[in-house]
């Protein structure tokens, strides 16, 4: 099938001069909510794909019922028009997934016509095509819907979830199962089988494909027959790069709480190395606790905390939906946790990124000023929603959101972004106290950094010190050469810090402070 491609539309960019670090890619018609599910970035983070929602005509209903690819850089979006069933556009449609260079689109359609299923299909945005990949034993119609496509880096391998029993020969189990389709041979196979290649009895849903095509990651519902654990867990199944299933690692799961535990939401990196998911233990099943993130490492078999405080403390709230970068170092997730940066204390739903080599997190559902959301980004529901996205170097996030301050002129209904995660942040000085009269080099930590990045001070009377000089030494830290007047009134200065640009992309046009980081005294 083909689908037409309209001309490119500009949309309107939020983002103000000297702050275009966060942009609001669309907005929900009515006013009363997002139904486009979710946004994805392509591999650099400068694309973006999300379903447009289209009025019924004479119904005044809207569904989800086109395609959209954004060009951060450029500004512009293009508005795909598809027909997937062939049915007058009767449909509804999640995007799911957009290979690395943005030319194929992953995208779930349901039929809404009596007794329609949701099945899965590819646009191809070079060659304006559209593929169908939820396709029975000799290309007939699937016997039951199919779910959540990922793509492999290439667009070439498709893994989804799907009831239907008639995509691969000797599917009995009555059940989901994972399966991974060949858009180059066309081939199907099912790759949540057990260690001899076998149907497995319980339900695979939640599958993830790597980037080079080596593993599928999936969640596992045990089922009659299967080994008595409790609650639900993660399994991979491996593959050789390029040729389709071959082998099956054992399930790889947290063995601390594989009694009694629950995995969900699997995500792997691009080489199939690092697998982050959520779980949560049961003390019992009336008092669960929360769900967390978790990282797995393949290669080494150590696990990392990815949703705790700098502290090691606890979360507050569920922290659920990872999704990770290419190299396992970045894992955006959603969490309603108070405690995971000192900034949000307000217990709505919130985007995170934990940067697992520098062990920290951040608040990505912030606006132009760093202030921090006013209503949810996201969800905590284990089985609602789309989960954010990230490029492949973890510079980006996708994310829908209620919130109204993120950009301006102020949202006014929900909406889909994309940030930068690489903004300026001005974290500390060094010594903090200065006596009046002196002069001294003060260090300052945080990150965004550049060569470029403007240094200043602010305070109510600005007589009480000289800036003589600044110097940016690396992405992290920056020095300061301030001379404090004598007799200088003590109290408190604050440090500004400006990186130049108002162009799309990491660090250009972030602004940030650091409230009363210094002292006189």
Known sequence: MRARSIALVATVTFAISGCAFIERVHIHPTGTGLSTGGVVLDGTGHHAAFAVVAPVAGTGAFHARDLAVRNLQVGNTETIVVDPFANGRNHYLVVTDLSADARFVAFQAFDRRPGGIVQIFVYDRQTQSLDRVSRG???????????EPSLTDNGRYVAFSSLASN???GDTNGTSDIFVF??????????????????????????????????????????FGDPPIEGDYIAVQGFIPWSGPSSLDAPKYDEPFSTGGTGVHPTISH????????????????QPTHYFITRY???????????????GLVPTADSVH????????????????????????????????REVDRQRTRLVSSGLLL?????????????????????????????????????EPPAGDAGLYVRSTAFITVDSAAPSALPDGITTVVTITGTGFQTETQWGLSANDRSRWTLLSSATIDDDTATMTIRIQPDATPGPINIVAINPGNSWGPYTGAANWCLGCLTIT
């Open 137 to 147: 034993i000799a290309d007939a119609a699937p016997n039951g819907s199919s779910f």
């Open 167 to 169: 995509l691969v020969a």
């Open 182 to 223: 060949d858009r180059t041979t066309r081939g199907t196979a099912r790759a949540s089988t057990n260690a001899a290649g076998g149907q497995r009895p319980g339900s695979s849903t939640d599958g993830s494909i790597s980037g080079d095509a080596s593993a599928v990651v999936y969640r596992y519902q045990p089922g």
């Open 271 to 286: 080489n199939g190395r690092y697998i982050s998911y959520a779980y949560r233990t049961a003390q019992s099943w009336q």
């Open 297 to 311: 490492d393949r290669t080494l078999g150590l696990y990392t905390d990815i949703s705790r405080t700098a502290g």
């Open 322 to 353: 990872p999704t990770i970068s290419d190299d396992g170092t970045r894992i955006a997730f959603f969490s309603a946790a108070t405690n995971l940066v000192p900034t949000q204390t307000d217990g709505v739903v919130h985007v995170y990124v």
């Open 371 to 407: 202030d921090v959301g006013n209503a949810d980004s996201g969800t905590t529901e284990t089985d609602g929603d789309r989960p954010p996205s990230i490029s492949d170097d973890g510079r980006y996030v996708g994310f829908t959101s209620n919130a109204t301050n993120l950009v």
